[in-house]
């Protein structure tokens, strides 16, 4: 027979043990973040990231900017940082190519992915341009809260664009 043991601590983290008898058979802790958006159980991490950091790269300066006072002016980023020149490797047609690109980090919420990428899209010059996006964990609260103020929000976004 297993007896089951809750404990919280002042960091939001309940454990929960599984004794028998004497000896401690198993223990997990779940993690609770003020934000409710990431939690750990047990060994396994889960993220449902309300912000992400996305990436792109093109051929230019001017290119990069371009996109980055785009996506800042329409609001579907809080910040656009242009890295660069950087280099590049990559395969391409079946070629191995290096080049000298200017790499856009674009800081959004997650509700505007779609949005974001339409727009890298049509302002983009390559055929097939980098759209990544990576989940903030966790971040400065101060920073997340500026970056979804200054990115529109889901009562503004036109109906045919909610996700």
Known sequence: MYRMLLSF???????????????????YSLILFP??????????YHIMSEHVQMSTATDS??????IAKTLVEE????CVRVIGPVTSTYRWKGKVETTEEYLCLIKT?????KDVERMILHLHPYELP????????????????????ETIGEDELIEGNKS
């Open 61 to 66: 300066r001017e290119a990069a900017d371009k």
């Open 130 to 149: 980098e759209i990544i996006a990576l989940p903030i964990e966790s971040g400065y609260p101060p920073y997340l809260e500026w970056l979804e103020d």
């Open 9 to 27: 601590s002042p960091a939001a983290v309940l454990k929960m043990s599984f004794q028998r008898g004497h000896e401690m058979a198993y223990t």
């Open 35 to 44: 934000a409710k958006s990431t939690y750990l159980w047990g060994d396994i």
């Open 109 to 113: 919420r997650s509700a505007l992915l």
């Open 75 to 78: 609001r579907l980023a809080a």
